[in-house]
């Protein structure tokens, strides 16, 4: 009832919409502002979002983790361009530097025969966790950036990254100690630089969120006016 008067079905439907509307709108303002908070409290200084790092401790020679792209990851990959995805791994100790690979498994393959390493079988992201399997071996490996068949790789002290926009194929991730010595005591973490997608996303949905706001405002409005 309005001013005394009660209200007919039309506008009773109205207010009802119009409540519906207003949380709707509500939800895109809520996820506008996750969205832009996600892209500026996880973004690094060049504009990649990472993942929590996870440690890796193992004393073997190797870290490895196979990455099988078919020709639709590859042309999913090739479309964004624009998203940048790596890895990035660092060692524990900043004084010793990390070798981080990618190649055909085929090669790392042969060049980790007779080795002893440890294979991911299974990685969660929230939390970021490995469940890693041993392949035994007896063989000392020669140092990793001593091979020419790396697609992509990076080695040094500090943090190290490899994009990993490829051809379709079957590949091998490799982490090891530049000096190809035992023991394997490092951080790593996935990165994208989605910096224009978020900040695009976030601006729609706030664009959307204020429009839907400012419609279902005025079906309330209208909706409770005396006839």
């Known amino acids: 009832m309005v001013d005394g008067l009660p209200m007919s079905v039309p506008r009773i439907l109205m207010l009802v919409f119009g409540i519906l509307f207003t949380l709707l709108a509500l939800g895109f303002l809520f996820s506008s502002g996750a969205v832009l908070w996600l892209n500026g409290a996880h973004s690094s200084g060049d504009g990649y979002v990472s993942t929590h790092p996870v440690s890796v401790s193992q004393d073997s020679y190797a870290v490895i983790s196979k990455l ?5 990851a590859e042309k999913a990959l090739g479309a964004l361009r624009q998203v940048n995805i790596r890895l990035e791994c660092e060692n524990a100790d900043p004084e ?11 090669d790392v393959r042969k060049y980790l ?19 890693l399997q041993r392949h035994l071996g007896e063989a000392s490996p020669a140092p990793p950036g001593s091979q020419n068949f ?31 010595s035992r023991n394997m005591d490092f951080y790593a973490r996935l990165e994208a630089r989605v910096f224009w997608v978020l900040l695009a996303v976030g601006v729609i949905l706030f664009i959307f969120g204020m429009a839907g706001l400012a419609g279902s405002l005025a079906m309330v409005y209208f909706a409770l006016r005396g006839e």
């Open 68 to 72: 099988s792209i078919n020709s639709r």
């Open 96 to 106: 010793r530097a990390i070798f981080l690979g990618i190649a055909e498994e085929e």
């Open 113 to 131: 025969d007779q080795v002893d390493y440890d294979q991911v079988l299974e990685m969660s992201f929230y939390p970021m966790e490995l469940r």
């Open 150 to 180: 790396w697609k992509a790789a990076a080695w040094g002290k500090g943090a190290q990254s490899v994009d990993l926009h490829l051809q379709a194929g079957d590949y091998l991730v490799v982490v090891m100690n530049a000096d190809a």
